[in-house]
């Protein structure tokens, strides 16, 4: 690792790409501490340990406890992302259509995901700064009416754009994709807090005999951490190899080469996609906290839709798996690998071209998702579980989450980083 960061920074373009990657980062943290006008971020404080607050919160970074001008971090994207991608699962034919023309039609998917995401944006600052004002006994906003719901609506929605915009920034002149890295970013940030807040509830103030045996359940919980860390490592990277043959007709001489699959193909996004998707009902349930907090169907569906509650850790892990599968087909498009292998005169050892390869390849995909999403849903959901036996800080709660998330997008740029290095020495002998 510290080899391939050597040979980064020494290479101008990776540097200034990673360079660039930073300058992003630190403008992200910076507007993240900016208090929007018209708010009292200190009333905040009083509902912190809401699980709406604490996932919304993770994923801006801490930016919501400031309830800054990046409060909903790219929330709002990512939600309009999972509804352009359903949509164009012969939902809406006009999707279907665009999805099929290419760079062209991805453009335009582009561009109604970035009018949706304003449309889910204002939607969800209005309600987060109306439901978090009612919950806070009023305090949050400090002339409450339309008027300053809708001035505060407009800044959120307008902070989490030009988060996106920056996102897009990292993606085409940085290093990873810049979604993810801002939202990796956020969780760094927020470690120390986390660490701080365990030595808080489990070390300080102990006695002799209460500190040895918490100091005893730290050092088993960093052990345990570190063998989760190598686990998510080895299944980021494992995968599965199918033979593929060239015809002597396509290539001139018969070649086998790989078709590699991997175990997890969707990466982090099923996490990064279900967690989202758990915010939305939140926030339009947080529009009814003033006229029904006390009514059985407005307690059954926070319950539902808080991930600290058994009801919602069940349905955040079933999201997860759900996404899985969803995702890994929508990254590797069997019809389209069978259909690419066919025109390039290459086939899969054993299986005919065409349909047959293009079941065999789902049938494949099918099985290594279904040990993907147990993979990723039991990492998400083990702290969950553990925080509730052993009364661990709730801000550990999202510690499976946030550990796929870290691992796998710096996995991702590792990746990323040693293709475009490889990529530089070849284009030097090139050259040569």
């Known amino acids: 690792m510290f080899t391939l960061l050597k040979n980064a920074v020494q290479m101008k373009e990776i540097r200034n790409r990673l360079l660039f990657t930073l300058m992003i980062l630190i403008i992200f943290r910076i507007g993240s501490q900016v208090t929007v006008p018209g708010v009292n971020a200190g009333a905040i404080q009083t509902f912190a340990t809401t699980g709406i607050f604490g996932l919304l919160n993770t994923f801006s970074g801490g930016a919501l406890s400031n309830f800054s001008l990046f409060s909903m971090g790219v929330s709002p994207y990512i939600t309009a992302s999972i509804v352009v991608q359903l949509l164009q699962m012969d939902l809406l034919p006009t999707f279907v259509e665009w999805s099929k023309q290419g760079e062209v039609g991805r453009r335009k998917l582009n561009t109604a995901t970035r009018y949706l995401t304003i449309v889910i944006g204002f939607f969800q600052a209005y309600a987060i700064s109306f439901g978090f004002n009612v919950w806070s006994n009023y305090g949050l906003?400090?002339?409450?009416?339309?008027?300053?719901?809708?001035?505060?609506?407009?800044?959120?929605?307008?902070?989490?754009?030009?988060?996106?915009?920056?996102?897009?920034?990292?993606t085409v002149k940085g290093i990873g994709n810049g979604v993810s890295v801002l939202i990796f970013a956020g969780i760094v940030a927020r470690m120390p807090h986390d660490i701080?807040?365990?030595?808080?509830?489990?070390?300080?103030?102990?006695?002799?005999?209460?500190?040895?045996?918490?100091?005893?359940?730290?050092?088993?919980?960093?052990?345990?951490?570190?063998?989760?860390?190598?686990?998510v490592v080895y299944i980021e990277q494992a995968q599965r190899r199918l033979p593929i043959s060239y015809s002597k007709r396509a290539t001139g001489s018969s070649e086998t080469s790989w078709l590699p699959l991997k175990i997890n193909?969707?990466?982090?996004?099923?996490?990064?996609?279900a967690s989202s998707f758990m915010t939305l009902p939140s926030t339009i349930l947080s529009l009814y906290a003033n006229d029904h907090s006390e009514s059985?169907?407005?307690?059954?569906?926070?319950?539902?839709?808080?991930?600290?509650?058994?009801?919602?850790?069940?349905?955040?892990?079933?999201?997860?798996?759900?996404?899985?599968?969803?995702y890994a087909f929508v990254q590797v498009n069997p019809e389209k690998v069978a259909e690419n292998l066919q025109k390039s005169g290459g086939y899969i050892l054993s299986v005919r071209p065409g349909?047959?390869?293009?079941?065999?390849?789902?049938?494949?995909?099918?099985?290594?998702?279904?040990?993907?999403?147990?993979?990723?849903?039991?990492?998400?959901?083990?702290?969950?579980?553990?925080?509730?036996?052993?009364?661990?800080?709730?801000?550990?709660?999202?510690?499976?989450?946030?550990?796929?998330?870290?691992?796998?997008?710096?996995?991702?740029?590792?990746?990323?980083?040693?293709?475009?290095?490889?990529?530089?020495?070849y284009k030097g002998f090139i050259e040569e």
């Open 265 to 273: 193909s969707a990466g982090v996004i099923p996490v990064i996609f």
């Open 196 to 231: 701080y807040e365990f030595y808080v509830k489990q070390i300080q103030g102990r006695a002799d005999t209460e500190l040895y045996r918490a100091i005893g359940f730290t050092v088993a919980l960093i052990v345990a951490i570190v063998l989760v860390v190598m686990l």
């Open 355 to 425: 349909k047959d390869t293009e079941s065999f390849v789902s049938s494949t995909l099918l099985r290594l998702s279904t040990v993907g999403a147990l993979y990723l849903g039991g990492i998400s959901i083990l702290p969950m579980v553990a925080a509730a036996l052993w009364n661990l800080p709730r801000g550990l709660m999202l510690g499976g989450t946030n550990l796929l998330i870290v691992v796998g997008v710096a996995l991702e740029i590792s990746r990323q980083i040693e293709g475009r290095t490889i990529k530089r020495k």
């Open 141 to 170: 906003i400090n002339n409450p009416g339309i008027k300053t719901f809708l001035m505060i609506a407009l800044v959120l929605t307008a902070g989490s754009m030009f988060l996106t915009w920056l996102g897009d920034m990292i």
């Open 296 to 326: 059985g169907w407005y307690q059954i569906a926070t319950n539902i839709f808080d991930f600290t509650k058994p009801a919602g850790a069940t349905l955040y892990t079933v999201l997860i798996v759900v996404f899985t599968f969803f």
